[in-house]
């Protein structure tokens, strides 16, 4: 979470940022040991007592620790216990117990086969709810936005303010030279982005936005936008989300995330939403981001999003999720990352596969400050699984380097060489 300053010093809202800080175990100062999984449960967010929480994100390296991937109203999530390796100096079995222990779950156990049969289940909704009408509404949303004269795919920027990323007079030119597109927050749930970002170029409605849209597109820059969906009014979010497509955005993006400060609806509500956008616009194109981490997709309700939506952006922040905790849950879930943890090469097979029952465009969203060697490993095994345009999050953390290597590497040839 960060907050943004006014002109006059003072603090407006907060606006959650997509890539605080994860949502990983705690250890300052101390190296952990191994870790193995001990136990992994989709539960109740009800049935897990606040010790149990808190002892799981700041527990020391001795301590037993619980976590829990996912917090929201009415929210399931999934407990996983991390004990120390037996390997651990002093570990024993009484020793690696949650202290308190936390209450019986209400909710099945999930393992691996149940794990698959529910992303399964989860991507098949949509079509078992549209199994009855003549077309398909995204195979006939594919067909209208291919009458269309549509640029031809562009690597494209993340904006999330431009009191922090930069002005548009300097963000605009610099896309323009690399023949970049830009993807610009337009809202925050309920809320314009202009609330926290009180600069010039802020979006405060609809109007704004087309203005905003119209000044990247005289520069020659695509503008794309995208929002925080949360679900607390499902049906004036879809109309504000409406509105942005209207005002001249070529797509928008939701960012759909079971973090605190995003997602608190329930399914029935991104139901509503849909529905209600779809009403509005019927043929936008309209793409979900997510963090592709399996346990965080099962928080969120991707399912029903996928029956509107024409695309999936991932976001593969192989530098925030390269930890010991996570590769033991990919590796539980039926993933292993191998020896090397959690890699570019590995996010992007992995997110793949995940996402190959949904059929839907996908789209990776890339630390901009992720290495430029990982880089290019990314980029190239995005083309080679036939994910060519790449997203970078965001302006104002991206070098020139790296902006320079996209702009030498346009979606559909195989990328050359490394930013730098």
Same mark, same amino acid.
């Given at each position: 979470?960060?907050?943004?300053?006014? &002109?006059?010093?003072?603090?407006?809202?907060?606006?959650?940022?997509?890539?605080?800080?994860?949502?990983?175990?705690?250890? $300052?100062?101390?190296?952990?040991?191994?870790?193995?999984?001990? &136990?992994?449960?989709?539960?109740?967010?009800?049935?897990?007592?606040?010790?149990?929480?808190?002892?799981?994100?700041?527990? %020391?390296?001795?301590?037993?620790?619980?976590?829990?991937?996912?917090?929201?109203?009415?929210? #399931? +999530?999934?407990?996983?216990?991390?004990?120390? =390796?037996?390997?651990?100096?002093?570990?024993?079995?009484?020793?690696?117990?949650?202290?308190?222990?936390?209450?019986?779950?209400?909710?099945?156990?999930?393992?691996?086969?149940?794990?698959?049969?529910?992303?399964?289940?989860?991507?098949?909704?949509?079509?078992?709810?549209?199994?009855?009408?003549?077309?398909?509404?995204?195979?006939?949303?594919?067909?209208?936005? *291919?009458?269309?004269?549509?640029?031809?795919?562009?690597?494209?920027?993340?904006?999330?303010?431009?009191?922090?990323?930069?002005?548009?007079?300097?963000?605009?030119?610099?896309?323009?030279?690399?023949?970049?597109?830009?993807?610009?927050?337009?809202?925050? *749930?309920?809320?314009?982005?202009?609330? !926290?970002?009180?600069?010039?170029?802020?979006?405060?409605?609809?109007?704004?936005?087309?203005?905003?849209?119209?000044?990247?597109?005289? #520069? +020659?820059?695509?503008?794309?936008?995208?929002?925080?969906?949360?679900?607390?009014? $499902?049906?004036?979010?879809?109309?504000?989300?409406?509105?942005?497509?209207?005002?001249?955005?070529? =797509?928008?993006?939701?960012?759909?995330?079971?973090? &605190?400060?995003?997602?608190?609806?329930?399914?029935?509500?991104?139901?509503?939403?849909?529905?209600?956008?779809?009403?509005?616009?019927? !043929? *936008?194109?309209?793409?979900?981001?997510?963090?592709?981490?399996?346990?965080?997709?099962?928080?969120?309700?991707?399912?029903?999003?996928?029956?509107?939506?024409?695309?999936?952006?991932?976001?593969? #922040?192989?530098?925030? #999720?390269? %930890? $010991?905790?996570?590769?033991?849950? !990919?590796?539980?879930? *039926?993933?292993?990352?191998?020896?090397?943890?959690?890699?570019?090469?590995?996010?992007?097979?992995? %997110?793949?596969?995940?996402?190959?029952?949904?059929?839907?465009?996908?789209?990776?969203?890339?630390?901009?400050?992720?290495?430029?060697?990982?880089?290019?490993?990314?980029?190239?095994?995005?083309?080679?699984?036939?994910?060519?345009?790449?997203?970078?999050?965001? !302006?104002?953390?991206?070098?020139?380097?790296?902006?320079?290597?996209?702009?030498?590497?346009?979606?559909?040839?195989? $990328?050359? +060489?490394?930013? +730098?």
């Amino acid at each position: 979470m960060r907050r943004a300053v006014g &002109e006059d010093g003072a603090r407006v809202r907060p606006d959650p940022d997509p890539v605080a800080e994860d949502d990983v175990l705690v250890r $300052p100062g101390v190296e952990a040991p191994p870790l193995v999984v001990a &136990e992994h449960k989709l539960v109740s967010l009800d049935a897990l007592e606040r010790p149990t929480l808190e002892g799981g994100r700041h527990g %020391t390296r001795d301590a037993p620790r619980a976590r829990v991937a996912a917090r929201g109203r009415g929210a #399931y +999530g999934i407990r996983l216990t991390w004990l120390a =390796s037996s390997t651990s100096a002093g570990a024993g079995a009484d020793d690696l117990r949650v202290d308190p222990p936390p209450s019986e779950p209400h909710g099945p156990g999930i393992s691996r086969r149940r794990f698959l049969a529910m992303m399964g289940a989860m991507a098949g909704a949509g079509a078992f709810a549209l199994a009855n009408t003549q077309c398909a509404p995204d195979v006939l949303r594919r067909v209208v936005q *291919g009458t269309r004269a549509v640029a031809p795919p562009q690597h494209a920027v993340w904006v999330w303010q431009f009191s922090i990323d930069g002005p548009v007079a300097e963000i605009a030119p610099a896309l323009a030279a690399r023949n970049l597109a830009v993807v610009v927050k337009t809202h925050d *749930g309920l809320d314009w982005m202009a609330t !926290y970002d009180p600069v010039p170029g802020a979006v405060a409605g609809a109007r704004e936005a087309g203005i905003l849209a119209r000044v990247f597109e005289d #520069y +020659g820059v695509p503008f794309h936008a995208w929002a925080v969906v949360k679900g607390i009014d $499902p049906v004036r979010e879809a109309a504000m989300a409406a509105d942005v497509l209207d005002a001249g955005a070529h =797509s928008l993006t939701l960012d759909l995330e079971a973090h &605190e400060g995003f997602w608190a609806g329930t399914s029935d509500d991104a139901l509503r939403f849909g529905e209600e956008l779809r009403r509005r616009n019927p !043929y *936008g194109r309209v793409d979900v981001a997510i963090d592709p981490r399996p346990w965080q997709m099962l928080a969120a309700p991707l399912g029903e999003f996928a029956t509107f939506c024409d695309g999936i952006r991932p976001q593969l #922040y192989w530098d925030i #999720y390269d %930890t $010991p905790d996570n590769a033991n849950g !990919y590796a539980y879930l *039926g993933f292993p990352p191998g020896p090397a943890g959690i890699t570019p090469e590995f996010l992007v097979d992995t %997110t793949r596969r995940l996402l190959a029952p949904f059929d839907r465009w996908v789209v990776p969203l890339a630390l901009g400050t992720a290495r430029d060697a990982a880089w290019a490993r990314f980029a190239h095994e995005a083309w080679a699984q036939g994910m060519p345009a790449l997203n970078v999050w965001r !302006y104002g953390t991206a070098g020139r380097a790296l902006l320079d290597y996209l702009g030498a590497n346009p979606p559909g040839a195989e $990328p050359a +060489g490394e930013p +730098g």
